[in-house]
């Protein structure tokens, strides 16, 4: 098999629905008043996405 692109990577599709259940968890009533810190954690968890270039 072939990969073309990262997206079509299991691990990368896995940690898209990680990074969705994160951002689910931030918007949470008791989590979401701490602005500063939900914004760090969705960026954190974001940048796992992003592919490495070298």
Known sequence: MKIYRFEDLDIWQEVRELCKSIRELTKKKDFSKDFK???????????IMDPVKY
């Open 37 to 47: 810190l939900c914004s760090q954690i969705n960026s954190a968890s974001g940048s």
